[in-house]
């Protein structure tokens, strides 16, 4: 008898546990994905490259990046935006550059792009351009300037 208890112990824990992990596997799925990811709209504005920057859930709509002093040839306003969802590898390319950063455990996560030789880096709390921090204002634009590169030199012995 003892041991059919203890049996009848073991499967009720059991079941209680997998229950208990079931309902937070959902939870935190949930959570993972509640408030959507980054999207972003590459195209022109006033004659340049431009970015346009959506995350409805935080509140974040139309912010714009110009790239003054650049040029890509055609370039309208790709439709639909991209979007941030999913995991994959990095880098990779989006139009003006290339995706070196993408973390969508819990979006929006992070997202950070070399665009037109500058570093760009969505997060929620802040947009951050040249490692320099702006605060999210839904319909600002921000004007771009060119890349400050350095000058390429060569010697010979």
């Known amino acids: 008898m003892k041991k059919k208890g203890a049996v009848r112990q073991f499967l009720i824990a059991f079941l209680i546990t997998a229950i208990a992990y079931a309902v937070l596997f959902i939870v935190v799925e949930r959570m993972r994905g509640r408030k959507g990811p980054w999207q ?36 309208p306003l790709q439709r639909p935006p991209w979007r941030f969802a999913e995991a994959r590898p990095v880098p990779f390319d989006v139009p003006y550059g290339r995706v070196i950063f993408l973390d969508t455990t819990f979006l929006p996560g992070t997202v950070t792009m070399q665009l037109f030789g500058h570093e760009i880096e969505f997060i929620p709390r802040v947009l951050i351009l040249d490692h320099e921090e702006h605060a999210w204002r839904s319909g600002e634009t921000i004007r771009v300037a060119p890349a400050k590169t350095l000058p390429i030199t060569s010697e010979t012995h």
């Open 40 to 75: 972003v709209s590459f195209g022109e504005a006033a004659g340049a490259p431009a970015i346009i920057i959506d995350q409805p859930r935080l509140g974040i709509t139309n912010v714009t990046l110009i790239f003054e002093g650049q040029s890509v040839g055609r370039s």
